[in-house]
């Protein structure tokens, strides 16, 4: 059983920056595809980054790229979302998902990030 706790989120102004963190236990995250995805109210939940296993190939949702950046501090077995130049609708509940194979799937709780205009 792994747990997700995510920190770091609040409010920032438009064009601020805020630094996400996903601590795990459990197990070591080097053995999941590690990603963070949002949702506002009344939408559904869209993916914004992922992290292969080897902690270096990456991806992208085209509304971040060039302004969020993934990583894996395997020292502290956490997962980092650094935003930079945030946006009003950048705002959402942002959650931490591990996945390992087709059945393995956990989520943390979310945390909030409001970016005001």
């Known amino acids: 059983q792994v747990r997700l706790l995510e920190s770091g989120g609040g409010l920032v102004q438009a064009g601020g920056s805020l630094r996400l963190s996903c601590a795990a236990s459990?197990?070591?995250?080097?053995?999941?595809?590690m990603a963070w995805w949002r949702q506002v109210p009344g939408k559904e939940r869209e993916i914004v980054a992922g992290?292969?296993?080897?902690?270096?190939?990456?991806s992208y949702a085209d509304s971040v790229k060039g302004r969020f950046t993934i990583s894996r501090d395997d020292a502290k077995n956490a997962v980092i979302l650094q935003m930079n130049n945030l946006k009003p609708e950048d705002t959402a509940v942002y959650y931490c998902?591990?996945?390992?194979?087709?059945?393995?799937?956990?989520w943390g709780q979310g945390t909030q990030v409001t970016v005001s205009s």
């Open positions: 459990g197990d070591t995250l080097y053995r999941y595809y």
């Open positions: 998902h591990a996945r390992r194979g087709l059945d393995l799937h956990y």
């Open positions: 992290l292969h296993f080897n902690g270096q190939t990456t």
